[in-house]
């Protein structure tokens, strides 16, 4: 008898061990608040117009809200925004402390291995930022000279691996956020800055002297942006996605991307005039999360 007790109580213990912690619904629904990552230079898709974070991809994420608040009968869910950078952003929704990142974020397929995406909402390519009056207007033109990208983007990753490739031995520098880095071409410590296109012209849009800057370079690759949420979290992911694919069927996605690539945007009303890319049209029929390679 006391050898079955023993048993018992042996087989019981595993069981404590591998119990999985609460999702992220019943998180948002005891606490009472949900946690946004945002960036705060990532424009036009999440930056800060004054001390509000505003953009694409907070617009999505206020519907995300506004639907959960719904599914979960708690109208008074309270937002709590965290400011994120390239280098924490996978850190913090790892660890717990954003539920939901509405950056500028590639999903990628070494990415999914840390953590879970949404559908795709943009896509982008890595291009070169770079100042008017300079000779640079090709990749060539960087051969052996100092170009500054994002410390923990895809596009420091592969213009690393084009300089090689190319032959270029280009001096790669890393900055810890994207108006950093335009501040090191601005200074003349680097000939260019290396990021989504996209990033690129809001940062443009968003100069003191836009006649100062220019976008050149052919994109080098074009990657999928998506909202990051934890691994293994089906309910929230499907609740996410749940909000992505209301807005597509309604118009609204289409209304919002208007909104901040057709139209003035904030801090100086300046349009980006960046059409939807077949990339997107596509996406928002299959509405797939298929990572970048």
């Known amino acids: 008898m006391k050898f079955l007790l023993a048993s018992l109580a042996f087989l019981a213990v595993p069981c404590a061990v591998v119990a999985q912690p609460a999702g992220t ?12 990552g945002h960036r705060e230079s990532s424009v036009p898709h999440s930056y800060l ?21 719904r599914q979960l009968k708690k109208p008074d869910l309270k937002v709590e925004f965290i400011p994120v950078t390239s280098a924490n952003r996978i850190p913090l929704v790892q660890n717990g402390t954003v539920d939901l990142e509405c950056g500028s974020t590639t999903n990628n ?23 008017a009056a300079t000779p640079v207007s090709s990749y060539a033109d960087l ?19 084009y300089s ?30 290396a990021m989504d296109d996209i990033l690129l012209y809001g940062l443009v849009a968003s100069a003191r002297n836009p006649a100062e800057w220019k976008v050149v370079g052919e994109a080098l690759q074009v990657e999928p942006y998506a909202m990051m949420l934890r691994k293994d979290d089906p309910a929230f ?9 209301r807005l597509v069927a309604s118009g609204e996605f289409e209304a919002i991307y ?27 029929k299959e509405l797939s999360d298929r990572p970048a390679a």
């Not at 619904?25 to 946004?36: F, N």
């Not at 499907?238 to 694919?245: M, P, Y």
Request: hydrophobic share 40%; glycine share 8%.
């Open 258 to 284: 208007r909104k901040w690539f057709l139209q003035p945007i904030p801090p100086r009303n300046a349009p980006l005039n960046v059409p939807m890319s077949d990339e997107l049209r596509r996406n928002l």
């Open 164 to 193: 090689q490739e190319q032959g270029l031995g280009i001096d790669l520098m890393a900055s810890k956020d994207h108006a950093d880095a335009m501040l090191v071409v601005d200074a003349g410590r680097a000939v260019a800055f």
């Open 143 to 161: 051969k052996g000279k100092p170009v500054v990208s994002t410390s923990g983007t895809t596009n420091y990753q592969v213009m690393r691996r």
């Open 109 to 131: 397929a070494q990415r999914q291995q840390q953590v879970s995406f949404a559908i795709n909402t943009f896509y982008t390519g890595t291009r070169l930022l770079a100042k």
């Open 49 to 69: 117009d004054g001390t509000r974070p505003v953009g694409f991809s907070m617009d999505i994420c206020q519907h995300v809200v506004d639907d959960l608040r």
């Open 25 to 36: 619904l019943d998180k948002l629904e005891k606490s009472g608040v949900i946690r946004i």
């Open 237 to 245: 992911k499907a609740a996410v996605d749940g909000t992505i694919r």
